[in-house]
């Protein structure tokens, strides 16, 4: 009888340390995800930052003109003289494509406006997901060299 007792009271610890083994491997398995998650986004913006630096460089390079941008680029481009849209497609990793494979894009919009003598090139860079999600916006000036 005293060695039956002894043999339930071993399982139940055993029983107890599995659990507790369990909850920490959940834990775990739980934060490792989100690490994953979180290094996914931050590769994602450190990419997006360099495609919008290459494009506002470009932008500023060739005077505003989006037909330009997207020809350096590799993209593609719409509008009247003075004035457009470039877009610039990404694949997931972050390579230039064809907007049918494409989960980002680069979208530089330009207008002309003139100050006095100089003349303008004002734009709105954004590097987005396709699915709607801005990871970066923001205004570029060109001026015109000429």
């Known amino acids: 009888m005293n060695r039956r007792s002894k043999s339930t009271l071993f399982l139940m610890e055993q029983l107890i340390v599995v659990a507790v083994f369990a909850i920490c491997a959940a834990a775990c398995v739980r934060i ?8 996914t986004d931050s590769r994602n913006l450190g990419n997006a930052i360099q495609a919008a630096e290459s494009g ?3 932008y500023k390079a ?5 037909a330009k941008v997207a020809e350096i680029l590799g993209g593609t481009s719409a509008g009247t003289a003075g004035a457009g849209t470039a877009f ?3 694949d997931e990793n972050w390579m230039v ?13 330009s207008s002309t406006a003139n100050v006095g003598a100089v003349k303008l ?5 954004s590097v987005e ?6 990871i ?3 205004t570029i000036t060109a001026i015109d060299n000429e």
Do not use: H, N, Q, W
Not at 32 to 39: D, I, N, V
Not at 62 to 66: H, Q, T
Not at 121 to 125: R, V, Y
Not at 129 to 134: A, C, D, F
């Open 32 to 39: 490792l995800t989100e690490s994953y998650f979180m290094a």
């Open 56 to 58: 506002a460089e470009c």
């Open 62 to 66: 060739v005077g505003g003109d989006v």
């Open 88 to 90: 610039i497609y990404y």
């Open 97 to 109: 494509c064809r907007d049918a494979v494409a989960e980002y894009r680069m979208r530089v919009v």
């Open 121 to 125: 090139f004002p734009g709105e860079l």
């Open 129 to 134: 997901k396709l699915s709607g999600e801005v």
């Open 136 to 138: 970066m916006a923001f």
